[in-house]
């Protein structure tokens, strides 16, 4: 899980995922496996948090795409993310309460969490919702 927009990192943009493994060693050999010098890995074993911060992220992606979408404004986007990850915080203190706190710093945190709100699927599925009030289905033929 990480900051990465598919089409940057086809283009070979610098990016960075973080991977969950509680076994080090295989930790180690998935980063070897892909790791390049265009997309660095980063190792935690924290891998239900992970797996749960790539979902949570996209329902604030949606919330900071309709804030966009009505026009709000980026002081209003911020204050989405911002409330948006208190919750993601809040989530996985609730229901992982052994995570590592600074995990949410990693890519698979706030680094995604931003990534997804400027530039992801959700946030721009969001805005042509409110711009189009065409419903969701529609909307992801059109983007697929």
């Given amino acids: 899980m990480g900051a990465n927009i598919a089409c940057e990192v086809a283009e070979g943009t610098f990016c960075e995922a973080t991977v969950g493994s ?11 496996l892909i790791q390049t010098n265009e997309l660095r890995i980063i190792i935690k074993p924290d891998k239900e948090v992970i797996e749960v911060l790539g979902a949570l ?47 949410f710093l990693k890519s698979c945190g706030v680094a995604d969490l931003v990534t997804t709100c400027y530039g992801g699927h959700d946030c721009k599925a969001a805005v042509a919702f409110v711009k189009t009030g065409k419903d969701i289905k529609t909307l992801e033929k059109i983007n697929a």
């Fill in 57 to 103: 992220e996209n329902i604030v992606a949606l919330a900071a795409g309709f804030s966009d979408g009505l026009g709000y404004g980026n002081n209003t986007k911020a204050a989405v993310i911002r409330l948006g990850l208190k919750e993601m915080v809040k989530f996985c203190e609730e229901f992982f309460p052994a995570h590592h706190p600074e995990i």
């Fill in 22 to 32: 509680r076994n080090y060693e295989h930790g180690q050999l998935v980063k070897s």
